[in-house]
Nanobody, 113 residues
Framework: QVQLVESGGGLVQAGGSLRLSCAAS????????MAWYPQAPGKEREVVAT?????RSGYPDSVKGRFTISRDNANVYLQMNSLKPEDTAVYYC?????????WGQGTQVTVSS
């Protein structure tokens, strides 16, 4: 069983930066894939960053050049720069281990204009 705990969210002005962390109960090197999913009120979760065990990352055009996903042995990170009000959401960490999907509880990010 994998447990994930996100942190690092908060209130920031447009143009600012935040770094989200997702602390894992096991080594992140046991994960075949990792991702971050924001969920805004009334909307579905949409992936904004993915990372494979081989180190390949992917981003949608909406965040490309602004967001960066990375990891170390214990955490998965999301560096968010040049934040926009439309980035406001609860951000969830998601990982895959042994074909099972795990989610954290989320961390709130609010970007003011």
């Amino acid at each position: 069983q994998v447990q994930l705990v996100e942190s690092g969210g908060g209130l920031v002005q447009a143009g600012g930066s935040l770094r989200l962390s997702c602390a894992a109960s096991v080594s992140t090197f046991t994960f075949s894939a990792m991702a971050w999913y924001p969920q805004a009120p009334g909307k579905e979760r949409e992936v904004v960053a993915t990372l494979t065990s081989g180190g390949r990352s992917g981003y949608p055009d909406s965040v490309k050049g602004r967001f960066t996903i990375s990891r170390d042995n214990a955490n998965v990170y999301l560096q968010m720069n040049s934040l926009k009000p439309e980035d406001t959401a609860v951000y969830y960490c998601n990982v895959v281990q042994s074909l099972k999907l795990y989610w954290g509880q989320g961390t709130q990010v609010t970007v003011s204009s």
